[in-house]
Structures are given as C-alpha cells and as structure tokens.
C-alpha cells in the first residue's frame, strides 16, 4: 500500500540549508565538499575560531537572532545540525518572548 509523504521542506531543513550554502560559500569557496551536518567544523579544518565570528554575524543578520557572549560555545556552534538546533531555539526563545 503507498502512503502520500509530505515533500515540502521543513523550517528546519530550510534553514539547515542556509546555514551550509553560507558555509560552503564563504569557507569552501563554493565548493561543498559533502561534509556531513554533523560532522565537527572547528575539528575538521572547514572553519576556525575568526571564522565562527562569521558565523555568528550571518546568523544574527539572516534569522533576527542575538547571540550572547555565553551562546558562543561547541555543543551550539560546531556543526551544521548543532547551529540549525541553535538558531531553532532562539527563534522559538524570542519568538515566545
């Protein structure tokens, strides 16, 4: 028996996506190198420490969010997955606020 299966892309899967055309863009030279969403950046090489700066900038710029000073740690920012979950939860924090 075939079941319909929703197509459409979820917010979250929409801004996953975001996060690593931006990554890919700007670390990679548009050239994704089909790094996994979960694997660690910092560790892999694809950004450094100034980089993650980057990251912020674009995330606080593209999904109206604040970072504070004590957001800026790995279990939010190492990978693709950890920063879609992040920007998630402040979406959802300021969004309820």
Do not use: C, W, Y
Request: hydrophobic share 45%; net charge negative; proline share 1%.
């Amino acid at each position: 028996m075939l079941t319909a299966t929703n197509t459409e892309p979820t917010i979250e899967s929409i801004v996953t996506q975001q996060i690593r055309a931006f990554i890919v863009e700007n670390f990679l030279l548009g050239k994704d190198s089909g790094f996994d969403n979960a694997e660690s950046l910092l560790e892999s090489g694809i950004i450094d420490s100034t980089g993650i700066m980057h990251v912020v900038a674009f995330l606080e710029e593209s999904f109206g969010i604040a970072i504070d000073d004590d957001d800026l740690i790995a279990d939010n920012l190492d990978s693709v997955e950890r920063i879609a979950g992040f920007v998630e939860r402040k979406r959802t924090l300021k969004d309820a606020a």
